[in-house]
């Protein structure tokens, strides 16, 4: 398994640079250009989501599922009009490093048909399994005792990620749902 993943970074770092698509534009256009800002949540959003949104992030209230299901809506169509096909839930252990729990937009139904889909469950909330740890994972999934919550008041943001790949960011935080420090687990 490390010889797999070894293998996979020396590929990535042997891929030919991608064109870089911000070449030649002006800072003012560039700054937040990647970031589900205000103005862009006004564009992809229903009056509805975009007030539970906004009062989610003064109060700290919670959003509604059915309400988390027009913002996760809004910001797959934001996301994919970028070039994104995955996203992920990114979050900080008890390490002191960050964590990742990587998901795609895409799902192939029950009768096989392939959909783009990103609902209010996987924006809202997460389990990650032990590979999201940065230990390389020494627990099985049902082990990792954790969760991650989208955190609103931190907007998502896309980022580039090689190959000419992009993943939307959500910033979370993580909770555990043990008494012993994850940290301590890990070693």
């Given at each position: 398994m490390q010889n797999l993943r070894l293998n996979a970074l020396q590929t990535l770092m042997n891929s030919p640079a991608q064109k870089n698509s911000l070449?030649?534009?002006?800072?003012s256009e560039l700054f937040a250009s990647r970031v589900f800002t205000g103005k862009v949540m006004r564009e992809h959003l229903s009056d509805e989501a975009y007030k539970s949104l906004q009062m989610s992030i003064k109060t700290g209230t919670k959003i509604d599922r059915k309400v988390a299901d027009q913002i996760a809506a809004g910001m797959?169509?934001?996301?994919?009009?970028?070039?994104?096909?995955?996203?992920?839930?990114?979050?900080?252990?008890?390490?002191?490093?960050?964590?990742?729990?990587?998901?795609?937009?895409?799902?192939?139904?029950?009768?096989?048909?392939?959909?783009?889909?990103?609902?209010?469950?996987?924006?809202?909330q997460q389990e990650p399994d032990a590979s999201s740890f940065p230990s390389g994972?020494?627990?099985?999934?049902?082990?990792?005792?954790?969760?991650?919550?989208?955190?609103?008041?931190?907007?998502?943001?896309?980022?580039?990620?090689?190959?000419?790949?992009r993943c939307a960011f959500l910033r979370c935080l993580f909770r555990t749902t043990v008494k012993h420090s994850i940290t301590k687990a890990l070693c």
């Open positions: 070449t030649g534009k002006r800072i797959k169509e934001w996301a994919m009009k970028q070039g994104v096909t995955h996203f992920t839930h990114w979050f900080q252990p008890m390490t002191g490093a960050t964590a990742e729990k990587h998901d795609t937009f895409f799902t192939i139904k029950s009768d096989g048909t392939p959909i783009e889909t990103f609902d209010g469950d996987a924006l809202v994972g020494l627990r099985a999934t049902f082990e990792a005792r954790g969760y991650t919550a989208w955190d609103p008041s931190s907007p998502a943001f896309i980022m580039d990620m090689g190959a000419g790949k």
